[in-house]
Structures are given as structure tokens and as C-alpha cells.
């Protein structure tokens, strides 16, 4: 039988045990995971920005033109390009290494940390990766001017690697923070952030790269490396890895924290249940629901303004306002659903499980739903605009669906589950361009496009399918802490085949969980 963490305290429990004040530890750490997870946005898109200041795009000779369709008329738009070349001449194959070396480093290193993370703790190798990401930026002037794009390539995917660690481990950590009653609100904070380092990464890149100094676009990795830098520090000095490890955590605050928890003054993290994590269809419905999405989400993000250039004749990257909008949009709704999210699990009105559900569905639906809308705009570009923030705003709903639901279902493995369903994810993610680049392939008319939103749209709506049969809400018996007892003997006796196996029946203070 699943341990449910529907309902951990009555309403007279909630009042008495939970501490009042917006200092709280907890509160703390969510700041401090929120700047960490816009931080780490920064460093993933900066570069994207920084190399269309840093390349020569007069003295690029590729070959071939950008392919338009003839569909839609050409406005005469008040947009004017004039951008200062830049010192390197990369073609655009180089350019893609440059841009992917990054993701690269990203992805082979989440599954490794999410396991040392379990074992050793969370803490500092998310505030060490995050150092190392930082510090390296210093070095890309560096890489770029002497060592061109492979150098720059190299320095590119130490950073990822140095950022791998950062998912995994904040989700291992709010494990340990975060009360069930407080996880979407705190979850949905801490992940916007990745929206509010775009909002802030973009402009202000743009700003460096014109006006920094070293030649503009240096400033951008020394600026961003050096508040990068400032906050690994901090965050290593002024995090704990749990309450029980905080020095100056009130006792009310830390007892509130662990009973809800885990049902006990103490933690117990006994060895990863493979195995049995391998049978949980819970498990399988977040994994495919996280791949769904951040196919349908890189389609969403990348591919419309392909689609807005190439067809609608209209670039969004000549308005930074209009570029982050639906990052805007996702960072506000992704906020305000979080909290809908809290209220309908402590009303009691809706289970952990419903709630994921519902709010995994507006996450996944409604992009879905918005995709297909944008096959049927044809030339209107206030219109596929407004859809673009629409479908991107309401994908912030997934932050108190599937994405915080590793904690509901295992709260002492959520670093570790988090780990392989990211790092799946995120290889996923890659076959969005790749699978658009084949059917456009030269012939980038509507009805093409049509075809590349449709098939996002179908992954975005049988993923969120798949999580709505088959999620729940509920904390697994592979996660049982009262099996800990069984698992326990059941060791004990295996080293001394002669002792009695004596089952220890659970106490009615941890049936809580």
C-alpha cells in the first residue's frame, strides 16, 4: 500500500506545529535555490546572445541564403538590423558546436550527481558546480581569442558540466526543506527562476555587448561570471544540507520540517530501490510526461520564431520586449497557479494526486492546444504572437504538476529520480530542432509547419495523458519508512542465517506519512 501524504496534520495539528514569520530557514533556502536556478539559466543562454556580437557575419560565406516562403506578404516592418561585426569568422556549423557544447557537458553529468548527491549530500556540489561554471566563465574571452571555436567549445562544456548538478540537487534539497503542503508554491518559485534568469540574461546581455568594456561581448561573461561567483560563495556558506544540520534553525521550525517529512525527528536515507523504482508506473508517468515536454516546450521556444522569420517574415529578436514576453508569462502564471496549487491540497478539498493532475494538465494541454492553434493562424502575426505567450505561459503549470511530483512520491530518492528524468528529458529536448530541420528541410511552407506543430502538440497532449492515467500523488512503498525496519532485518539476516527476523510494527506517530 502507498504511504500517503495527502493529509499529514489535521487543522488543529497545522496551527500548533507550524511556525509563524516570513524569516523562516526554509523560506531562506527557497531564496537561495531561486537565485541558484536563475543563475544557472544565465550562464546556458548568455552565450546565445554574446556570439551574434562576437562573430563576423559580413566575412561569412556559407553558400546559401535563409530559405522564406512567398505565403505571407512582406511588411514593410520598421525593424533595422544594423549590428557591429565581430572579431571572429565562424560559420554557422561552428557556431551550433559553440551553442551545444554546453548541453552537452549538462546532460552526462545529472544522473552521476543525482547518485553522489543521495549519498553525500546535496549541498556542495551544487554550490562547488556552480563555481566551476562560473569561474570558467572568466576564461571564455580567453578560450575564444586564442583557442577559436573548439577552444571556446572546450570552456563551453566544462560549464555544463559544472552545471549539471543544479537540478538534481535543488530538487534533493527541497526534499528536505519543503513541507508537502508548501511544495507547489515553494517548487514553482524556486523553478521560475530558469524564466527569470532569461528575462534578466537576454536584455542585459544585449546591453554588455554593446556598451561593456574588453569589447563588449567579454563583459558579459565577466559580469555574469562575478555575480555567478558571489553567489556560489554564499550559497555555500549560508545553506545547510537539512534542518538537523542548521545551527541557528528554531527547534518549532526544524521539528515542522522533519515530522512532515519523514514522520520522525530524523532522517533515514537507506540504499536507491533501483529495482522497484523500475516497476513504479508513478515513476514512468513523470519520466514521460518531462520528456513530453521539453519536446513540446523546445518546439515552442525555438521553432516559433523560426517559423514567425521564415514564413510570417517577422523576427521577435528585433524587440527584446517582445522575446521574453512569454518567458514573463510563464514566470507570472507558473507563480500564481503555485499557489492555487497549495491552496486546493491544505483546504482538503483535493488530494495530492488530483491536484498534480489538474495542474499537470494546464501545463501540458494547453500548450498542446496552442500549437495546433498556430497551425491555423496563417499570416497573422499579432495573432501567433499572442499564442506563442498564451501556450508558454500556461506550460508554467507544469511546475506544480509533474515537476514537483518527485517529491510527493519519494521525497528521501527525488534528487536521484530527478536526475534520470532530466537528463532524459533533456536528450529529448534535442530531437525538437532536429525533427523540424527534416521536415522543413528547404520548404518551409504552412502546411510543413503545420505538420512540426502537430507532432509537438500530439507528444505535449498523450504525455499529459500518460501522467493523468497513470501519476500519483502519493508517497510510494519503495519509500515506505516503516520497510526501512524490514529491510533491515531482512540484511541483518543475511549476514547471520541463524538470528530470528524480528518485524518491527509501526508506531502511530509515523503512520503520519
Known amino acids: 500500500m502507498a504511504v500517503s501524504t495527502e493529509h499529514i496534520f489535521s487543522s488543529e495539528e497545522k496551527d500548533l506545529d507550524k511556525p509563524s514569520g516570513c524569516f523562516q530557514k526554509r523560506f531562506f533556502v ?35 541564403d535563409d530559405v522564406f516562403d512567398d505565403e505571407c506578404p512582406n511588411w514593410n516592418l520598421t525593424e533595422v538590423e544594423e549590428s557591429q561585426d565581430g572579431e571572429f569568422v565562424w560559420s554557422s556549423a561552428q557556431q551550433g558546436y559553440i551553442l551545444s557544447a554546453f548541453f552537452y557537458g549538462y546532460v552526462i553529468t545529472q544522473i552521476p550527481f543525482g547518485m553522489l548527491a543521495k549519498r553525500y549530500g546535496a549541498l556542495r556540489f551544487l554550490g562547488y558546480g556552480m563555481l566551476i561554471n562560473s569561474v570558467f566563465a572568466f ?70 555587448a554593446e556598451y561593456g568594456f574588453d ?37 518549532r521550525e526544524k521539528k515542522y520540517i522533519n515530522n512532515s517529512l519523514w514522520g520522525t525527528s530524523e532522517m533515514k536515507i537507506p540504499p536507491i530501490p533501483f529495482r522497484t523504482i523500475a516497476k513504479s508506473l508513478p515513476f514512468y508517468a513523470i519520466l514521460l510526461a518531462h520528456m513530453g515536454h521539453n519536446y513540446g516546450y523546445e518546439t515552442l521556444m525555438t521553432e516559433l520564431p523560426t517559423y514567425m522569420k521564415q514564413v510570417l517574415r517577422f523576427s521577435l529578436k528585433s524587440n527584446g520586449l517582445l522575446s521574453s514576453l512569454p518567458y514573463l508569462a510563464m514566470w507570472l502564471f507558473s507563480l500564481f497557479i503555485s499557489v492555487v496549487a497549495d491552496w486546493m491540497i491544505t483546504s482538503e478539498r483535493f488530494s495530492h494526486t488530483s491536484t498534480r493532475k489538474i495542474m499537470n494538465s494546464i501545463g501540458q494541454y ?95 497532449i498523450i504525455c499529459g495523458t500518460i501522467f493523468n492515467i497513470f501519476g500519483s500523488g502519493k508517497r510510494q512503498p519503495w519509500d515506505n519508512p516503516e520497510n526501512d525496519h524490514i529491510n533491515d532485518n531482512h540484511e541483518a539476516q543475511r549476514h547471520n542465517s541463524s538470528a530470528p527476523v524480528t518485524i518491527v510494527p509501526a508506531s502511530p506517530e509515523k503512520t503520519k506519512q
Open 215 to 251: 569589447g563588449g561581448w567579454p563583459s558579459i561573461f565577466y559580469v555574469f561570471g562575478a555575480v555567478g561567483t558571489i553567489w556560489s560563495v554564499a550559497f555555500i556558506i549560508w545553506v545547510y544540507e537539512d534542518p538537523c544540520s542548521h545551527p541557528t534553525i528554531s527547534e
Open 30 to 64: 527557497t531564496f537561495m535555490l531561486f537565485l541558484g536556478m536563475a543563475n544557472a539559466y544565465v550562464m546556458r543562454t548568455n552565450m546565445s546572445v554574446a556570439i551574434v556580437a562576437m562573430v563576423n557575419h559580413t566575412a561569412i560565406t556559407d553558400g546559401h
Open 139 to 208: 576564461f571564455v574571452p580567453i578560450a575564444a581569442r586564442r583557442g577559436g571555436a573548439w577552444g571556446l567549445s572546450v570552456i563551453r562544456f566544462i560549464q555544463g558540466l559544472g552545471e549539471g548538478p543544479i537540478v538534481p540537487c535543488t530538487h534533493a534539497l527541497l526534499a528536505k526543506w519543503i513541507p508537502p503542503n508548501e511544495r507547489s508554491r515553494m517548487g514553482a518559485a524556486v523553478y521560475a527562476g530558469a524564466q527569470f534568469g532569461t528575462i534578466i540574461s537576454m536584455p542585459l546581455s544585449g546591453l554588455l
Open 366 to 460: 494547453g500548450p498542446g492546444i496552442a500549437l495546433i492553434a498556430a497551425s491555423y493562424t496563417g499570416c497573422d502575426r499579432v495573432l501567433t504572437l499572442a499564442i506563442l505567450t498564451v501556450g508558454v505561459g500556461l506550460n508554467g503549470g507544469i511546475y506544480s504538476g509533474f515537476k514537483i511530483n518527485h517529491l510527493d512520491i519519494t521525497p528521501r530518492f527525488a534528487g536521484v529520480l530527478m536526475a534520470i528524468t532530466n537528463c532524459s528529458a533533456n536528450l529529448a529536448g534535442l530531437l525538437a530542432p532536429i525533427a523540424a530541420g527534416n521536415l522543413i528541410d528547404n520548404q518551409p511552407t504552412i502546411a510543413q509547419w503545420s505538420k512540426v506543430f502537430f507532432i509537438a502538440a500530439a507528444v505535449y
